[in-house]
T-cell receptor, first 118, second 109 residues
């Protein structure tokens, strides 16, 4: 089946620093990648959608200058949390989808990255 | 995509069948019913999906009512490792997955 990896699985950073999270599709080409955020005891909330080679589309209320998304290749997307603050501490999950018409057109999820900002 | 409604929590005895209901009364004809689960601190895991017919795979069975307004996910012999939050999602093919509150299933020994 289609596999999506994320790195790192856990990261602790100091307030004011930036953190980059990588999401990779290991065995398929991900034309679209989705980034979700999940706070404790809450559901997943979509942050943004990105198509390879295009700018990401952000959901309402998500600051695009704070959460920088790059989807430069068909197997890699990155989320950079800039000037992180403690309220950015959360579980970040990426999801990847392949081209229409292929089995990988379904959404496949990464294992998530736990970000703690101190 | 149509909104879904699930009970917030359920308990099930280990070894018994777990029946998780989902209401999707406004589902449209081209929307599939998807089920995912999320074990604590992991990414969501796909379980099963269907359109009109009942479906079965190695993980679970999905029973969809004839009017498609509700469905039930059945885990035939629940184990402790099935403790998770289960999400029922109505989705048109190709649309992104939008997660609601889900059902927190606790399998007890």
């Amino acid at each position: 089946g289609a596999v999506v990896s994320q790195h790192p699985s856990r990261v602790i950073c100091k307030s004011g620093t930036s953190v980059k999270i990588e999401c990779r599709s290991l065995d398929f080409q991900a034309t679209t990648m989705f980034w979700y955020r999940q706070f404790p005891k809450q559901s997943l909330m979509l942050m943004a959608t990105s198509n390879e080679g295009s700018k990401a589309t952000y959901e309402q209320g998500v600051e695009k200058d704070k959460f920088l998304i790059n989807h430069a290749s068909l197997t890699l997307s990155t989320l950079t949390v800039t000037s992180a603050h403690p309220e950015d501490s959360s579980f970040y999950i990426c999801s990847a989808r392949g081209p229409s018409g292929k089995p990988s057109y379904e959404q496949y999820f990464g294992p998530g990255t736990r970000l703690t900002v101190t | 995509d149509a909104k879904t409604t699930q009970p917030p929590s359920m308990d099930c005895a280990e070894g018994r069948a777990a029946n998780l209901p989902c209401n999707h009364s406004t589902i449209s004809g081209n929307e599939y019913v998807y089920w995912y689960r999320q074990i604590h601190s992991q990414g969501p895991q796909y379980i099963i999906h269907g359109l009109k017919n009942n479906e079965t795979n190695e993980m679970a069975s999905l029973i969809i009512t004839e009017d498609r307004k509700s469905s039930t996910l059945i885990l035939p012999h629940a184990t402790l490792r099935d403790t998770a939050v289960y999400y029922c999602i109505a989705r048109t093919a190709g649309n992104m997955l939008t997660f609601g509150g889900g059902t927190r299933l606790m399998v007890k020994p």
